[in-house]
């Protein structure tokens, strides 16, 4: 109980240091820089994927800042809204996943839940999320794929048309479409009249400093800790209390420079707290959803009615990619990532330790969820990230969900194929991963020449999508 009012606690601080990020008006200084900075539209490509992933203690911090800093540009450029809303979507939730964010305090939760249901002892929810990071594949491969596309132009499929509509007409968007911009009702309108780069730099950069500190400190100081070294450490440490204490420091640090470079008054200063806290309003009603939800699963016993009724008849080689299938399926139906690790994460450890009784099979399991549960989720209209960003790029919903989801399934092909090699061998994944980028690397070449063809583009007009070049004049 006191691990979940810690983590609601981290989330709503998320919530005012983010809507200090914006309110300062410290995108707008970034969306200043980075027109002066960047001169080709390769760059700006690349510059959009690297900022998303900058961004990442937090999903909508990548869709709020990413979108605001580069959609200007992305229209200078001749970038479809569509790509912008794709490099939005698909560096939120897994470079969150991945990176200290909200995310990991909530999974690590959930992975407790998984470990104590399972009866498995000897290992800490962190040293289990952990060792389940090289089983997250979708969001390993959605980072690196979304690099390669940014950087060789290689789109396929409906990206493909967007691409080619912004580059030979310069419309950002179908003439037909309706984009979802609106800004002001999601976070409310920035202050303009001094926009510094330090009003986005330091609330981050103090987050993770309190962040890794606190990881360390607790770690540490912990009584319990029985060895040296740093995995020891993260082993004892407590990394919701080290979480929720960089939030802290983000929020103060906003309310800091609001105060005294004189951007805010007292009051608006007050009400920027409570926009934070309202920012952050769904989120909490989500954790605690989900937190039901995974109390009355673990009250029916789901978990062991699975893996007694349904497991023995289950080839263990194949629980990977059931697992990951039954993710998306819930992800896709639910639009939300959080509540599907809820239902799934503690169901898949304990499904995963009676089918083997391996500790190591069954963490790895952590990953599958959330690969599938990143995956549905983008793959789902209802989906809160993918309607952000829809909004913060100005792109119409319906296109972006569905010049997003080739690129989804394409990736999503991908792992399911490495589950399936590591449910029957068990080889590392670490030997899985480099395949899995160079299968992406080889697809995303097919795939591009095979659309190529079927919508009869000139391959000397679209060497500008692969080759560096100035801006287009309108």
């Not at 792109?395 to 989804?408: E, F, K, N, S």
Request: with cysteine; charged share 15%.
């Amino acid at each position: 109980m006191a691990d979940n009012v810690i983590l609601l606690l981290f989330t709503l601080f998320m919530g005012v240091g983010i809507s200090f990020i914006w309110k300062l008006g410290g995108s707008f200084a970034l969306a200043e820089a980075a027109k002066r900075r960047f001169k080709k539209r390769r760059s700006v490509c690349l510059g959009t994927w690297g900022l998303g992933m900058a961004c990442s203690v937090n999903d909508c911090l990548v869709a709020a800042v990413d979108g605001n800093v580069f959609r200007d540009i992305c229209k200078d450029y001749r970038i479809s809204s569509e790509k912008l809303s794709y490099v939005l979507d698909s560096t939120a939730a897994p470079a969150a996943a991945l990176f200290i964010s909200d995310w990991i305090a909530y999974q690590i939760s959930m992975i407790e839940q998984g470990l104590e249901q399972a009866g498995i002892t000897g290992i800490s929810p962190v040293s289990a999320y952990i060792k389940g990071l090289p089983f997250n594949m979708y969001s390993i491969f959605t980072l690196i794929f979304v690099g390669m596309l940014m950087y060789t132009g290689r789109d396929y499929g409906p990206m493909l048309k967007a691409e080619v509509r912004a580059l030979k007409t310069g419309q950002y968007t179908k003439p037909d479409a309706n984009p979802m911009l609106d800004v002001g009702n999601e976070l409310g309108e920035p202050k303009r009249t001094k926009p510094m780069i330090r009003s986005f730099v330091l609330p981050i950069a103090v987050a993770f400093t309190i962040i890794i500190s606190g990881i360390i400190y607790t770690g540490y100081t912990n009584p319990a800790r029985t060895a040296t070294g740093i995995m020891a450490i993260l082993d004892a440490c407590d990394a919701q209390m080290a979480l929720y204490w960089g939030s802290f420091g983000m929020a103060v640090t906003g309310i800091v420079i609001a105060l005294t470079s004189h951007i805010m008054t007292f009051e608006e200063t007050m009400n920027t707290i409570v926009d934070g806290f309202k920012l952050m309003a769904l989120t909490g009603a989500i954790l605690v959803m989900a937190w039901s939800l995974g109390s009355v699963t673990k009250s029916m016993g789901l978990g062991a009615f699975v893996a007694q009724y349904v497991g023995a008849s289950i080839p263990t080689g194949l629980l990977p990619l059931l697992v990951l299938g039954c993710s998306i399926l819930v992800a896709f139906a639910t639009g939300t990532s959080w509540g599907t690790m809820a239902i799934m994460t503690p169901l898949a450890i304990q499904l995963g330790y009676t089918l083997t009784g391996d500790v190591e099979f069954s963490v790895g399991m952590c990953g599958a969820v959330l690969s599938g549960a990143i995956l549905g989720d983008h793959a789902s209209p209802v989906s809160d990230t993918t309607v952000m960003a829809s909004i913060f790029s100005g792109a119409d919903h319906i296109d972006h969900v569905g010049t997003q989801l080739p690129y989804a399934l394409t990736v999503g092909g991908v792992i399911a194929v490495l589950y399936l090699i590591f449910g029957f061998t068990e080889i590392s994944p670490f030997v899985l991963l480099p395949i899995g980028v160079v299968m992406l690397f080889f697809l995303q070449i097919i795939l591009h020449k095979i659309y190529m063809k079927r919508y009869n583009i000139d391959p000397n007009y679209t060497k500008f999508m692969t080759e560096d070049h100035v801006k287009q004049d309108a």
